[in-house]
């Protein structure tokens, strides 16, 4: 149920993260939309003009799911949640083209 | 959700028995709470307990949370909600006041001392709320309801 439930609200809800305006974005991203089915973040301008579109890597199996996107308050990280893969993925946005960066954290691996 | 020091990541996806809070430095897992659900969590602005607020939509909960140095969370004593499935979750930015929106298009109203939180009040806007986007911006509210749409958003700038 909860499931099912989450990748409706998902398909219906493309994973918006607005970004206010701040120096330390490199090319001053406004906006992170996740595509839940493609696995995939994209970085907008302004203008919504495409700044990258990064695809996060995929689980050990079946597909990625990319339901969320957060943005720390400094807008230098951005922290992706992966639902099939029960992982978070984090952006550096503080560079160009924003990429992954560090280590992600995969909580099945939880003791 | 990033706490507003950007040190601690909560992370819930709505499925039974899920809530973590992450060092976001160090990348780990500090807590992980499998006693209760979270549909949505949301950070009490201004308040000297640090208290977190998740909606827990099995139950018709709200879970009162600490978040601690080093990003341990810590379980207080659940709130009654006074409609049923609450999904959403807006504090107001003076951290004495949040709102809570559930299913069965019912808005409660949560009155929040240090560390005490219950409900004061609470109204029925109607409709169906499955999805309603809570957005919390002053002191005082307007409700903005467009009953036709799936998606209500509720904006609190002045009433």
Known sequence: ?111 | MFSPDGACLLVSDGRPSFLLSVDVANRTVVTSLSSLQAQAVEFVPNNANNIILAADLTNNEIHVLTLSAGCALTEGTPVATPGTGPRNIAALPNGQIALVAHNDGTIGVLSINGSSVSFSTSFIIGGNTASAALRAQGLFCRTAARPMLTSVALEMSSC
Do not use: C, H
């Open chain 1, 1 to 111: 149920m909860y499931f099912r439930e989450a990748l409706s609200r998902a398909f219906f809800l493309a994973t918006l993260s607005l970004v206010a305006s701040s120096a330390l974005f490199a090319q001053k991203a406004q906006l992170l939309v996740t595509d839940t089915s493609a696995g995939t973040v994209t970085v907008f301008d302004p203008g919504l003009g495409v700044i990258a579109t990064i695809t996060l890597p995929p689980p050990a199996s079946g597909a990625l799911n990319t339901i969320a996107v957060a943005v720390n308050p400094s807008k230098t990280l951005a922290a992706v949640s992966n639902f099939n893969a029960n992982r978070i993925d984090f952006l550096d946005l503080t560079v160009t083209s924003p990429v992954l960066t560090g280590t992600s954290v995969n909580w099945l691996t939880v003791s």
